[in-house]
């Protein structure tokens, strides 16, 4: 998977290609309007990350430019500006999702992933993680063929989780990944572990591997070892 | 009192002083007058009194006007001449009257006589009469004359003063507005007005600047927060870090967070009194948000074991729907954040109102202050202390009114439009 991603802020650019890079994902950096644009036309990219305020532009513009020439890419817009009219401008003009600065990188890195997955074709569209695999567009999860019935933030709990494999993921991105704002109506995480807890025991008792372990004062990590 | 009316004050205690005054003075010098004339009188009817007692034997000429009296007495010695006053009987008008009566003694054909001359003094009552009738007109007149003045002063006048005292008490510097009058005629009316403006226009400008720096400021902070979460959230992927070096920066990410999420509530609050939503044209109906947000809240309501009744009408108030959205977003999770387990949350939506009770733990402050930014009642840590104050000042920019009651355990939360 390739990716673009444009934004000024140097620390911010590095942490998010380091990210990525681990997700073996090539992520290219444009620092300006006028290199992203050149870099857009040149290279083929599967999802572009724009932030809004460049030095020498307006993102929106690359998102314009983007939508002309390349369809079929995918856009996410990453920006400080919290407006709701960019937020409109931006979904309207072609952008698939809308991120507000500051945010988790494993939430970028699931935002990222649910593009790709919408604009690839339908049989790259599963997720396939050891024994389990998932069709998000039916919401089905299956463990070795056998189907579990999950509650919805049991669902979005297992993708999240999938899409950050081997990845340790803090408790509030978890929160936050759930419950949006209301996040901190939880006065403390103990109601992510009860989710993490049914979610766990859903899976081993269709035969999972436990997958989930856990980080001490930190969070979750997900992953077959 | 207004102005005009103590203008009015003092006029009439002015005018009722000198009137009474006048009024006197003109009494005393009209009846001086008159007593020296009755006085001259009688002495011009006494000298041709004596004349004519004199020259007896001659036919008496005109000596006394009409309405005086004269009567002759024989006395055995002459006396004082004397001005007397009394009240005599008079027969025609069948009551006492006033006489002034000068008496004097004359010598006739060697006996002498008392001579009296009275002189009736009915003009006097009458002067007295008439002073007192014309103060009393002059009065009125004057009274009169100054309050028709006055209210057509303060009708006229005194319009643009009253326009401009009305402009300042609805002033709300959050409005932006800079309030402008149109030119006047009198002067201090004038200056007045251009004062006021100038004064405005410079408080609308600093408010501006400081809402914008605020805005500005919150904005540039994203970034910085951006990167401090970003590298936080790398080095957790860090497997050579110890457990402890995990938990601490655990905490330092959760401050971080917190940070973030507190400017954003502060960068939206900002947003809300700069008046960057503009408003709504149409009414929007609450019962789609009020939905959604139940069911985004389900899980935490269910695991808190607190009921949610509800009864909604399809109605709402003109509102930009993200503003909409944030009210009633914060007005629910502060009816679930406040709440007891096993509590109840009462959600009614009426026309013009919109009703959200909860049952909580008793507050010890008055509840209106609760809307205080910051304000928070217990140890609700995660809570950032703006929910409410964002709902307010929501509602405050849109002209509806929130009200925040207790009624026993229950926190009563009122939007009315």
């Given at each position: 998977m390739k990716l673009l991603l444009i934004e000024d802020e140097k620390a911010l650019a590095t942490s998010i290609q380091n990210y990525f890079q681990r997700e073996n994902f090539i992520c290219e950096w444009a620092a300006d309007y006028r290199t992203a644009v050149e870099k857009i036309n040149i290279y083929r990219y599967d999802c572009v990350l724009v932030d809004l305020m460049l030095p020498d532009g307006d993102g929106l513009d690359a998102v314009r430019e983007l939508k002309r020439n390349f369809p079929e890419t995918g856009i996410i817009i990453i920006s400080a500006k919290n407006s709701l009219d960019d937020r409109i401008t931006g979904l309207n003009l072609g952008s698939d999702d809308y991120l507000t600065k500051p945010f988790h990188l494993s939430e970028l890195n699931a935002r990222v992933q649910a593009v790709i997955r919408r604009r690839s074709f339908q049989g790259s569209q599963q997720i396939r993680f050891g024994k389990i695999q998932i069709d998000p567009q039916e919401h089905l999860v299956l463990v070795d063929q056998q189907e579990i019935v999950l509650t919805r933030k049991e669902y979005d709990l297992l993708v999240y989780l999938i899409a950050n494999k081997n990845r340790v993921l803090t408790k509030e991105s978890i929160a936050e990944h759930l419950w949006g704002d209301d996040a901190d109506l939880m006065d403390n995480f103990d109601f992510i572990y009860t989710h993490i807890k049914n979610l766990r025991k859903k899976l081993m008792d269709k035969g999972c591997p436990d997958y989930l372990k856990s980080i001490y004062g930190v969070g979750y990590k997900f992953s077959e070892q | 009192m207004k102005l005009l009316e103590r203008i009015l004050k003092y006029q009439i205690v002015t005018s009722l002083c000198v009137l009474t005054l006048g009024a006197v003075l003109f009494y005393f010098s009209v009846d001086y007058l008159i007593d020296r004339e009755v006085n001259k009188e009688l002495m011009r009817s006494k000298a041709k009194v004596s004349w004519q007692l004199r020259h007896i034997n001659e036919l008496p000429v005109y000596i006394l006007q009409l309405g005086d009296s004269l009567q002759l007495d024989q006395v055995r010695y002459p006396g004082q001449m004397a001005l007397v006053e009394r009240k005599l009987f008079n027969e025609f008008e069948n009551e006492y009257q006033p006489y002034r009566q000068l008496i004097f003694y004359e010598r006739v054909e060697g006996a002498w006589y008392r001579v009296t001359i009275s002189k009736l003094l009915a003009q006097r009552q009458q002067l007295l009469e008439a002073v007192v009738m014309t103060v009393t007109f002059i009065v009125a007149l004057l009274l009169i004359s100054l309050l028709l003045l006055n209210s057509w002063l303060s009708r006229r006048l005194w319009r643009p003063f009253y326009k401009t005292l009305r402009a300042l008490d609805s002033y709300q510097v959050e409005k932006h507005e800079v309030l402008t009058f149109p030119k006047q005629h009198t002067v201090e009316f004038e200056q007045l007005n251009q004062s006021v403006t100038h004064f405005t226009d410079r408080l609308a400008a600093t408010y501006q600047n400081l809402k914008e720096f605020t805005e500005n400021a919150s904005h540039e902070i994203q970034t910085p927060l951006a990167v401090i979460l970003s590298k936080i959230e790398g080095l957790f992927?860090?497997?050579?870090?110890?457990e402890s070096q995990l938990v601490a920066l655990s905490e330092i990410s959760e401050a971080a967070n917190r940070l973030a999420k507190l400017n954003q509530a502060l960068l939206l609050l900002t947003k809300i009194e700069n008046r960057q939503f503009l408003a709504g044209t149409e009414p929007i109906s609450l019962v789609p948000i009020i939905n959604r947000k139940l069911r985004d809240l389900e899980d935490l309501i269910e695991q808190r074991g607190i009921t949610v009744k509800t009864a909604i009408e399809p109605t709402g108030p003109v509102m930009h729907p993200a503003l909409a959205e944030v009210l009633v977003n914060n007005l629910l999770t502060n009816a679930i954040r406040y709440n007891v387990n096993g509590g109840t949350i009462d959600i009614a939506l009426n026309a013009g109102k919109l009703v959200v009770r909860n049952t909580g733990a008793p507050i010890h402050?008055?509840?209106?202050?609760?809307?205080?930014?910051f304000r928070k009642e217990g140890t609700h840590s995660a809570s950032l202390g703006l929910g409410l104050a964002l709902a307010k000042t929501i509602c405050q920019v849109n002209g509806q009114t929130l009200t925040y009651e207790t009624d026993g355990p229950w926190h009563i939360l009122t939007v009315t439009w």
């Open positions: - | 992927q860090d497997e050579s870090l110890k402050i008055d509840p209106e202050l609760m809307f205080e930014r």
